[in-house]
């Protein structure tokens, strides 16, 4: 049996995705809010000083987030943290919109809704690939 013919097995290649995913999906969020600032304002009502201060976030954590993603073996405690800020974003970006803190239109009720289930998304991923690889 050749070496390429071997199967290998990498018990954070769930995470690892998910991780990825998840850093891909928050910079190029944190960008958009930060480039396109006035249309998102005009589609969505978020203020736009609001959307500079979130894309600033969004785009570092995203590029922290993929450098959790790159050792071999996966840091647990890093990616751990990156599932309680997932679940916090979700939980507050709901409660936000449930209180009247954001005002805005209704496709941007919409907007915070859907982003709040992906990244809610992505933390059970992640949570469910962290209990997988062991």
Known sequence: MTAAAVPTTDPYRLV????????????????????????INDLLGLPVGLQYGIGA?????G???????????????ATLA?????????????????IGGLEVTTLGAVWVLMQAA???GFAALQWF????AG
């Open 16 to 39: 690892r995705l998910a991780l990825r995913l998840d850093a891909v999906v928050t910079a190029v969020n944190g960008l958009a809010y930060l480039a396109l600032a006035a249309p």
């Open 57 to 61: 976030f969004l785009t570092v954590y």
């Open 63 to 77: 590029v922290a987030v993929w450098l959790i993603a790159r050792p071999a073996l996966v840091n647990r405690a």
């Open 118 to 120: 992906t990244v809610g």
């Open 129 to 132: 690939g962290l209990r997988k």
């Open 82 to 98: 990156v599932v309680a800020l997932n679940v916090l974003w979700a939980v507050v970006s709901v409660a936000e919109l449930a």
